[in-house]
């Protein structure tokens, strides 16, 4: 019997990561220290269904190539472990370093519904001294008591100005809360914060405004992507925007930013659970987003953010193809023979007279409507409007997700799906009309878990 090499199973992405077995959800103490990315992220150890909540842990020198290490947070007598977040204590303002090694430092929810004695809902921590290897969990947990019944998923920064810790905090409803702290052990409230239609998993982060580093504004975000862009003073997060969205996908959730990226790269870095994706008789079940940078820039609907796939990508390209300035109608397929699993497209289109454009990807429509300005991939539409008659589209191709970015992120749509297996040809296409291939780049790619 020839035995399968490890994530090569039918439906196993080779890009975005996956557990090695077993259900994974929400990504959870994203941190980056001494030249490595961590993600922990919501774990069963012993099931293909959700359940036994373990912090899992994985990292990577570059978001894309994944090792899996052994589980570093597992349930106690507080509970289970559910989401949260992690930081470098580089100050140790909380006094846990013991060597020469900054100590890191991360907070959970311990799941109190889940305890072998049933009890309510309250945030931990633990630290490691050894780079994320080992985990030891503070003595006199819990560090933030019950405030509401489900109350979850402290994301915790470091705010300069006011040289404190903040934790942004889901209690109930659409309702979160802001908690400061010197020392991440002892917290006091410092204002509410309502988003509406929003729950879980919330993240708080500053971004500059097109690049400006004199001028920056506040992102509030929830775990269904709808935020706020506004102001935040250390206290009081104050709203300047409605809700707004730039994921428009089926399956992308709990998306989380990492902490602690050098000012000499200085990007904000993202990456979301695909919640609701299928992948029958695999060993595991679930898997994260590709990871994005986001960006704040000014649009003539006001300072808006955008999602666009980490430029890393390209350490797994491979044969490209590529085209300039070509005819695109309904009768010629310029990627006819091109047949594979994994891509990275990356097109600008003028959109001519066309109806519509868009491509076919192992028989699944990335179509977008000219006369309504619509983007639809796999049942999701969302609005995009050309710029100067054009569309540019980034389409990440994996064996069970497609990710579309739409004009330089300015849309993302994450979904999964079951490919049809017989099926792996592509297709670009324009329809009711003539439209213009202003540049074509296919770029095929290899397995990240074989590069």
């Not at 060597?99 to 921590?125: D, N, R």
């Not at 988003?195 to 509030?220: A, I, Q, R």
Request: charged share 25%; glycine share 8%; proline share 5%.
């Amino acid at each position: 019997m020839i035995k399968k090499r490890p994530y090569q199973e039918t439906y196993r992405p080779q890009f975005h990561f996956t557990a090695k077995k077993n259900w994974l959800n929400d990504p959870n103490g994203l941190i980056y220290y001494n030249g490595e990315y961590h993600m922990f992220f919501q774990h069963n150890p012993s099931g293909i269904d959700w359940g036994n909540m373990t912090w899992g842990h994985a990292v990577s020198p570059d978001m894309v190539h994944w090792e899996q290490l052994p589980h570093a947070i597992e349930p106690d007598e507080l509970g289970t472990i559910f989401s949260g977040s992690g930081v470098v204590d580089w100050d140790n303002t909380s006094g846990f370093q013991a060597g020469e090694e900054s100590v890191l430092v991360v907070f959970y929810t311990s799941a109190g519904e889940f305890a072998p004695k049933e009890t309510v809902y309250t945030q931990s921590i633990a630290y490691s001294n050894d780079s994320g290897r080992t985990w030891t969990k503070y003595e006199n947990n819990p560090v933030l008591s019950n405030l509401a019944k489900g109350n979850r998923d402290p994301k915790v920064i470091w705010h300069n100005p006011t040289k404190k810790w903040v934790m942004a905090l889901y209690l109930e409803n659409n309702d979160f809360a802001l908690f400061g702290s010197s020392d991440l052990k002892s917290w006091t409230k410092l204002s509410d914060v309502h988003l509406p239609d929003s729950s879980e998993c919330p993240d708080l982060f500053e971004l500059p405004v097109d690049g400006n580093l004199d001028h920056t504004k506040w992102v509030f975000w929830g775990a269904n992507g709808r935020h706020f862009i506004g102001t935040f003073d250390g206290e009081h997060f104050t709203a300047e925007s409605d809700v707004l969205r730039t994921e428009h996908g089926a399956n992308c959730y709990a998306a989380q930013t990492w902490s602690d990226i050098p000012s000499s790269d200085n990007r904000r870095l993202q990456i979301a659970w695909m919640s609701g994706g299928k992948y029958p008789d695999m060993p595991f079940n679930q898997q994260m987003a590709f990871p994005c940078e986001l960006t704040l820039r000014t649009t003539a609907d006001g300072i808006r953010m955008f999602r666009k796939p980490v430029r890393e990508i390209e350490t797994i390209h491979e044969r490209r193809h590529t085209w300039n300035d070509e005819r695109l109608t309904s009768v010629t397929n310029l990627l006819d023979g091109i047949e594979g699993e994994l891509f990275d497209i990356r097109a600008e289109i003028e959109l001519g007279n066309a109806r519509a454009v868009g491509f076919t990807v192992q028989g699944e429509d990335i179509h977008f409507d000219i006369d309504t300005q619509t983007l639809t991939c796999l049942e999701k539409s969302a609005l995009l409007q050309p710029i100067d008659g054009r569309i540019e589209l980034q389409i990440l191709i994996d064996r069970s997700s497609i990710e579309v970015f739409g004009n330089d992120g300015r849309l993302s749509m994450s979904s999964c799906f079951l490919p049809d297996m017989t099926n792996k040809s592509l297709r670009i296409f324009a329809s009711g009309g003539e439209a213009r291939i202003i540049s074509l780049d296919v770029f095929e790619l290899q397995s990240a878990w074989s590069a």
